[in-house]
């Protein structure tokens, strides 16, 4: 017999009732009752109730009495049992849960059910989140370490995102619980991946990482890079990159050979692109770089420059999926005034083997090829280039060098943009009905208008500025507010005085910034100008 425990007031307003859940608990602990009735009735209970009723409910139930009703086969009763669990668990005080249920909580990830392992360790997870200092005591780690060999994915993946919770030292310090680690990293590449996943996360400081190295538990590591698997190699791999990007971190990567060995695997090489596992491979290895040239952007240029070459020749000649992989890492490259300084060195016209007679820096370079592609006809590419060479181009914020010296180099860098860049690259855009094209070319315009020598620019293409003056009804709000961003940049330029014509400032002073409620161009000649 099911227990009715749906209360309500005189406004159908559903209230806590003590008697009901004291009688439904009183169910559960005796023989011969419907258990799944019983557990189905108490969720749509509890799913009745504001949050404040819901945690006196479950101060009031004993889990443990929900806990048992785990102990069957009957596939139904564990979903539900499971269900009201998630409700009552993640309500109660972490450190209250804990303490009170740990015991039915270590049982729980002992079952054999994989539905009911999963929901535990998912609600524990939330527990240690909650609360650092409740005590997991080791037979309980051991047991969630095993939980990482599942073969069900939602039991592993929630067993590692438990692990990470702990206190990586204290953990790593267990004789059980390293043993159980090392044990289970033998078994295969897939495992030895989880663990890494957890060991990687655990590495935020040099005892750590110390401690890990020094059980060997990074010792398969290099191997494993290499491993035939090319997922497991781009799981792995993609682990390391936060790693990688800690001094201390890239120093160890380096002296076990990580780093020498991922910068093998980088290439270009249009032959070696024709294995589909290279290709799939290669941007992941790239990104590794990108992240590390972020942090110390002069090292790799002089140590591993074939970094450059790769971004280079992915550029000027390789499938659009890998030339879009170099754009969006020259746009991350680019997002860092540090690099942008420390990489602007002449003598990369020898390191990439750059056919221009000038001696020119990264940053020229990749500004030339980028400039082809964005004022190509392949729109797939064109937005992703113009936003790359913007990055190139805008002074960010945070500089480490004065803002004249910022001046100088972005003006060297947009000199190398040929055929008329304002017409051919930022009006070309504007005006073309694909909104990602279309925002790209006012974001550019909008740093042009952040700078002297790209004020002088603009104020030779008046058909640019008409655009921007225009109050177009169909324009995306976000084009709406690049132009007002625009006009607000000119408007509040300290240098806009001596580099726009009068003309332009009194449109601007006087507020002549809509000028009529005329129509964008109309699809067709869109398209016919996007070549230009």
């Not at 295969?188 to 401690?211: G, Q």
């Not at 090829?369 to 992703?384: F, H, M, N, Y």
Request: aromatic share 6%; charged share 20%; glycine share 2%.
């Amino acid at each position: 017999m099911s227990v009715d425990l749906t209360p309500v007031d005189g406004n159908n307003t559903p209230t806590l009732d003590t008697d009901l859940i004291a009688l439904a608990m009183h169910k559960l602990s005796i023989d011969n009752t419907n258990v799944t009735d019983v557990l189905t009735d108490c969720n749509i209970y509890l799913t009745r109730l504001n949050r404040s009723d819901v945690l006196k409910s479950a101060n009031l139930m004993d889990l443990n009495l929900i806990f048992d009703c785990l102990n069957t086969t009957d596939q139904k009763q564990i979903e539900i049992s499971c269900a009201l669990l998630q409700k009552l668990l993640s309500i109660l005080q972490p450190s209250y849960a804990f303490n009170k249920y740990s015991v039915s909580i270590e049982r729980s990830i002992h079952h054999p059910n994989d539905t009911v392992k999963s929901t535990i360790l998912s609600e524990l997870e939330k527990i240690l989140a909650n609360d650092n200092n409740v005590d997991i005591q080791v037979d309980l780690a051991c047991t969630i370490v095993d939980c990482l060999t599942s073969s069900d994915m939602s039991v592993s993946y929630n067993a590692v995102k438990c692990l990470k919770r702990f206190q990586s030292v204290e953990t790593l310090s267990s004789i059980p619980i390293l043993s159980k680690l090392q044990t289970i990293m033998a078994m295969d590449a897939k495992i030895r991946t989880r663990v890494y996943d957890i060991l990687i996360h655990w590495a935020k400081s040099v005892d750590a990482l110390a401690l890990i190295s020094s059980k060997g538990l990074f010792s398969n590591l290099v191997t494993d890079i290499t491993y035939p698997d090319v997922m497991m190699q781009m799981v792995t791999i993609q682990m390391l990159i936060p790693l990688s990007i800690t001094e201390y971190g890239f120093d160890y990567l380096n002296s076990i050979g990580i780093i020498s060995g991922l910068y093998r695997l980088l290439s270009s090489n249009p032959k070696e692109l024709e294995d589909p596992l290279v290709v799939i491979l290669n941007p992941i290895v790239l990104e590794f770089f990108i992240k590390i040239t972020h942090v110390r952007p002069l090292f790799i240029f002089t140590t591993y420059p074939k970094v450059f070459v790769v971004i280079y020749e992915m550029l000027k000649e390789g499938e659009d999926s890998l030339v879009g992989v170099a754009i969006n890492a020259i746009a991350n490259l680019a997002s860092s005034w540090e690099c942008k300084i420390l990489l602007d060195n002449p003598t990369a016209s020898v390191i990439l083997n750059c056919e221009d007679d000038d001696q020119l820096d990264i940053w020229s370079i990749f500004i030339i090829e980028l400039s082809r592609i964005a004022s190509s006809t392949k729109t797939e590419l064109k937005a992703g280039a113009i936003q790359a060479i913007t990055k190139i181009i805008q002074i960010e914020n945070g500089e480490l060098s004065s803002r004249n010296d910022m001046i100088e180099r972005t003006k060297k860098w947009y000199k190398q943009l040929k055929d008329n860049p304002l017409k051919n690259i930022v009006y070309a855009s504007c005006i073309v009905p694909f909104l990602d094209i279309q925002q790209a070319g006012y974001e550019m315009f909008q740093v042009l208008a952040e700078q002297p020598w790209g004020q002088e620019d603009i104020n030779t293409c008046s058909s640019l500025l008409d655009l921007v003056f225009k109050d177009c009804p169909n324009d995306p709000i976000v084009i709406k507010d690049l132009k007002k961003i625009i006009i607000k940049t000119l408007l509040e330029s300290n240098t806009s005085k001596n580099t726009l014509s009068e003309e332009l400032l009194l449109r601007i002073q006087n507020n002549d910034i809509i000028k009529s409620n005329e129509h964008s161009p109309q699809p067709d000649v869109l398209v016919e100008k996007m070549a230009i």
